[in-house]
T-cell receptor, first 117, second 109 residues
Framework: GAVVSQHPSWVICKSGTSVKIECRSL??????MFWYRQFPKQSLMLMAT?????????EQGVEKDKFLINHASLTLSTLTVTSAHPEDSSFYIC?????????????FGPGTRLTVL | AQRVTQPEKLLSVFKGAPVELKCNYS??????LFWYVQYSRQRLQLLLR??SRESIKGFTADLNKGETSFHLKKPFAQEEDSAMYYC???????????FGEGTQLTVNP
């Protein structure tokens, strides 16, 4: 079945530094990937839609310059949290849809726990 | 604006009892609707989607366009059904995948 991986699974960084999170579709190609943020005991909040070869589409209220998304290949999307601050600490999850495209079943990564000190 | 509402944050039933997890949505058009499940310490995974009309692990969900609902049901709950359940919606154009707040289901022995 379709598998999505994320790296790293957890990261601790100092305030002001940047952190890159990778999302890979291991056995299928994904022209679109989704990035979410999840706070403890809360639902997933869609941050942005990552599009291979073009700019990401950000949800309202999500800062483009803060959360840089690059979808450079059909199997890799990266989320870079720039100049991270403690309020950016969260669980970041990505997903990639099946072959039918964005409306198909989403395959989720295991998530990345970011802690900003 | 599209929205998914799961009115129950927590739901507790006994093993063998019927269970229903509620989901209501608002969307101007015909959405694609899904139920995703997250078992303890595992990633989110698809439980079922309305378009396939399948029954997975004994769960079914019927799309009621009149009531804009997509409730998840199982006639006899099992302990292994204890998990977090999310109802999700996406527009037919593939835009704005939206999740409900989730319902934590606990099935007691």
């Amino acid at each position: 079945g379709a598998v999505v991986s994320q790296h790293p699974s957890w990261v601790i960084c100092k305030s002001g530094t940047s952190v890159k999170i990778e999302c890979r579709s291991l056995d299928f190609q994904a022209t679109t990937m989704f990035w979410y943020r999840q706070f403890p005991k809360q639902s997933l909040m869609l941050m942005a839609t990552s599009n291979e070869g073009s700019k990401a589409t950000y949800e309202q209220g999500v800062e483009k310059d803060k959360f840089l998304i690059n979808h450079a290949s059909l199997t890799l999307s990266t989320l870079t949290v720039t100049s991270a601050h403690p309020e950016d600490s969260s669980f970041y999850i990505c997903s990639a849809p099946g072959l039918a495209g964005p409306t198909d079943t989403q395959y989720f990564g295991p998530g990345t726990r970011l802690t900003v000190l | 604006a599209q929205r998914v509402t799961q009115p129950e944050k927590l739901l507790s039933v006994f093993k063998g009892a019927p269970v229903e997890l509620k989901c209501n949505y608002s969307y101007s058009g015909s959405p694609e609707l899904f139920w995703y499940v997250q078992y303890s310490r595992q990633r989110l995974q698809l439980l079922l989607r309305h378009i396939s009309r399948e029954s997975i692990k004994g769960f079914t969900a019927d799309l009621n366009k009149g009531e804009t609902s997509f409730h998840l049901k199982k006639p006899f709950a099992q302990e292994e059904d204890s998990a977090m359940y999310y109802c999700a919606l996406i527009g037919r154009d593939g835009s704005r995948l939206t999740f409900g707040e989730g319902t934590q289901l606990t099935v007691n022995p």
